[in-house]
């Protein structure tokens, strides 16, 4: 038996796949083991080290840092999408005098990190902070979003585009209202992929002093001593993931929102000796 892409294994194959899974569970198990008792021989479960949990104050900071976090992420998402859109239009472009410059500049910003860009709009145009941070976030994940979604256009069959110039549609005007839906939709898994990407990369924001999370924690160990810094960078952690899933669950059920609006949108074609559905 075989399906489109690969054969489906036999049962020698998956025997070799299941003593391979065995064998995985119980190394990952006894590094997890080995992990969680040299904490505990650091005293590291202890409960005095837990209990500044308790405290308002601890909380109160925590809280400003998830919210400059979210703050400086939003910002930055609501600015690069919109321009990657345009950066992705520039780049498709008819027009080798648009197309080609642009080109360039994104692969220049992809090409450069984004803490560089922040410490370059911090230093040469002494802005804020959150500002620097913003300003790199944008310029880098805007290339990032135009190239994700001049994928998608590019992924689409061709039939698509010469729909829309045959029945009187401009060439921007095929690409904005036939294929830039289409490829959005078909890419929004990576673009929350980047997303997600987008809001860790705040955590850059600590090395031009911007108070994120990463800069809150980093605080609070610095204050409370060198034998708090595991409970406040687990917290962390723990705080950032759950954002993430967030994020991500968000994502999928946008995703399946759009998908059945699409799948109602379509057109019922009746076939010839059929009588149409009522």
């Given at each position: 038996m075989s399906s489109v892409l690969y054969d489906v294994p036999g049962p020698k194959a998956r025997r070799v796949s299941l003593i391979g899974s065995i064998i995985?569970?119980?190394?990952?198990?006894?590094?997890?083991?080995?992990?969680?008792?040299?904490?505990?021989?650091q005293?590291?479960?202890?409960?005095?080290?837990?209990?500044?949990?308790?405290?308002?104050?601890?909380?109160?900071?925590?809280?400003?840092?998830?919210?400059?976090?979210?703050s400086a992420a939003a910002v930055s998402a609501v600015i690069a999408f919109p321009l990657g859109l345009l950066l992705c239009l520039m780049r498709i472009s008819d027009l080798a005098w648009i197309r080609i410059p642009t080109r360039i500049v994104l692969e220049f910003l992809?090409?450069?990190?984004?803490?560089?860009?922040?410490?370059?709009?911090?230093?040469?145009?002494a802005t804020?902070?959150?500002?620097a941070v913003v300003a790199g976030l944008v310029l880098y994940n805007s290339a990032i979003f135009a190239e994700i979604i001049r994928a998608g256009i590019q992924s689409l069959p061709k039939g698509q585009r010469e729909a829309g110039l045959a029945i009187g549609l401009?060439?921007?005007?095929?690409?904005?209202?036939?294929?830039l839906p289409q490829a959005i939709r078909r890419m929004l898994p990576s673009l929350v992929a980047q997303l997600v990407v987008l809001l860790k990369d705040t955590s850059l924001g600590?090395?031009?002093?911007?108070?994120?999370?990463?800069?809150?924690?980093?605080?609070?160990?610095?204050?409370?001593?060198?034998?708090?810094?595991?409970?406040?960078f687990f917290v962390a952690a723990a705080i950032y993931i759950a954002i993430n899933l967030a994020v991500s669950r968000i994502?999928?059920?946008?995703?399946?929102?759009?998908?059945?609006?699409?799948?109602?949108g379509m057109a019922h074609v009746p076939v010839a000796g059929t009588a149409p559905a009522k």
């Amino acid at each position: 038996m075989s399906s489109v892409l690969y054969d489906v294994p036999g049962p020698k194959a998956r025997r070799v796949s299941l003593i391979g899974s065995i064998i995985g569970v119980i190394v990952i198990g006894a590094l997890v083991v080995l992990a969680v008792m040299t904490l505990a021989q650091q005293g590291i479960f202890e409960g005095r080290r837990w209990a500044i949990f308790g405290q308002a104050d601890v909380w109160t900071l925590i809280a400003n840092g998830i919210g400059a976090t979210l703050s400086a992420a939003a910002v930055s998402a609501v600015i690069a999408f919109p321009l990657g859109l345009l950066l992705c239009l520039m780049r498709i472009s008819d027009l080798a005098w648009i197309r080609i410059p642009t080109r360039i500049v994104l692969e220049f910003l992809r090409g450069m990190p984004v803490v560089l860009m922040m410490l370059f709009v911090l230093l040469v145009f002494a802005t804020s902070s959150f500002i620097a941070v913003v300003a790199g976030l944008v310029l880098y994940n805007s290339a990032i979003f135009a190239e994700i979604i001049r994928a998608g256009i590019q992924s689409l069959p061709k039939g698509q585009r010469e729909a829309g110039l045959a029945i009187g549609l401009t060439s921007f005007q095929s690409r904005l209202t036939i294929e830039l839906p289409q490829a959005i939709r078909r890419m929004l898994p990576s673009l929350v992929a980047q997303l997600v990407v987008l809001l860790k990369d705040t955590s850059l924001g600590y090395i031009v002093a911007y108070g994120e999370l990463l800069r809150a924690v980093q605080v609070m160990a610095d204050f409370l001593g060198p034998q708090f810094l595991f409970p406040v960078f687990f917290v962390a952690a723990a705080i950032y993931i759950a954002i993430n899933l967030a994020v991500s669950r968000i994502a999928i059920w946008i995703e399946k929102r759009g998908s059945k609006k699409a799948a109602g949108g379509m057109a019922h074609v009746p076939v010839a000796g059929t009588a149409p559905a009522k």
